[in-house]
């Protein structure tokens, strides 16, 4: 079934599907909702409104612009044509890699903001990193605010205090971690938004702190498009903690390089993924970043050991081998808070060490 776009709205009967007589008796109800999922007793039943209940669910956490009155949801908390705009903020951050050597980062930028008009006629935007972080910041509000603002102002702390270390850290960033962890980020981020519309159905869950997902089940499911998807970002998030030791080596008096037992090269050649948030796991700020780990599942997502069977996701972990299973509501669910985690340490890398800003 195709519908139309908004606000021309209307709906065309596929190859597979057609319009039933009004009063056909004994049809099941099925109900969708690209950005919501339904408890099992709920996704047949005619009584259910998908769109009520989402409005519902993400009212309190809407940005409503000034002198509107109107609520709507699909504009005010969720990002229209997300997927669409990601095109455009991925150009601006490989040209960002690149050099622009063409000189067409000004026009993508331009480009960003014209479509951001057609929903926010005010919206304005000027630079690199503002386009990249209003889109991310729109797109996944609040959580991605929670992990973010608190690492910022704990950064800016470290400056004050330890100043020429903080300014060794920007600079052995800029050399040796910028390239590889936008890299990292902008594949993982294609992969996400790729697959946008699967997993849009629970992001609203992850976005507001809702962790009541188990007993949900999502009328799309396209596993073998996913499966690899939490091994992928479980990889990204862990290769990018770098950063939050080297901010812990800072706070604890040290030189950003000098961890407590290991040097730096030690800490990137030789430590395994599921220990790299050790050295900072005591540090409320630096270990909020490590809430979606599930190492167990990441060894199954990552080596595809890992398989749908109706609404769970089995899997076998590292160790002894032994199957798990988990809801289809939670795999998404840890894939949405993990990718939010990601985009929220991208956003302050780029911010506070890249040059990205300049």
């Not at 300014?167 to 697959?195: A, G, K, M, T, V």
């Not at 950063?243 to 730096?264: H, I, P, Q």
């Amino acid at each position: 079934m195709r519908l139309g776009r908004p606000p021309a709205a209307w709906f065309e009967f596929g190859e597979n599907c057609s319009q039933a007589e009004e009063d056909t008796k004994g049809i099941p109800v099925v109900n969708l909702h690209p950005a919501a999922a339904f408890k099992i007793q709920q996704f047949h039943d005619p009584m259910a409104f998908p769109s009520m209940q989402y409005l519902g669910l993400v009212s309190p956490f809407m940005r409503i612009p000034a002198g509107t009155r109107h609520r709507d949801a699909a504009q005010n908390f969720e990002l229209p044509e997300t997927k669409m705009l990601w095109t455009i903020v991925r150009s601006v951050l490989s040209l960002h890699l690149n050099g622009d050597p063409a000189g067409v980062q000004t026009n993508q930028i331009n480009r960003y903001v014209e479509q951001r008009r057609k929903y926010l006629p005010h919206f304005a935007c000027s630079t690199k990193f503002k386009c990249v972080a209003s889109f991310f910041d729109d797109a996944l509000f609040p959580e991605i605010g929670k992990l973010r603002q608190p690492l910022r102002g704990q950064i800016g702390e470290l400056r004050t205090t330890y100043a020429q270390e903080m300014s060794d850290f920007q600079s052995f960033y800029r050399r040796e971690l910028e390239r590889d962890h936008i890299n990292r980020y902008l594949h993982l981020f294609d992969d996400y938004f790729s697959n946008f519309d699967q997993f849009r159905q629970l992001l609203a869950y992850a976005r507001i702190g809702r962790d009541d997902v188990d007993d949900l089940i999502v009328g799309a499911k396209h596993f073998n498009e996913i499966k690899l998807y939490y091994g992928q970002a479980y990889e990204t998030l862990t290769s990018a903690y770098v950063t939050l030791a080297c901010l812990n080596n800072v706070g604890a008096g040290r030189k950003y390089n000098a961890f407590a037992s290991m040097t730096l090269t030690k800490y990137m050649k030789d430590v395994e993924k599921a220990k790299k948030s050790v050295p900072f796991n005591g540090q409320p700020v630096l270990a909020a970043f490590t809430k979606w780990e599930d190492s167990a599942l990441r060894n199954g997502s990552h080596h595809a050991s890992i398989a749908r069977d109706g609404e769970r996701v089995k899997y076998r972990s590292g160790g002894t081998g032994a199957e798990r299973d988990i809801p289809y509501s939670r795999y998404i669910h840890l894939c949405n808070g993990i990718t939010i985690a990601c985009a929220a340490l991208m956003l302050v890398e780029c911010q506070e060490f890249s040059s990205l800003i300049t």
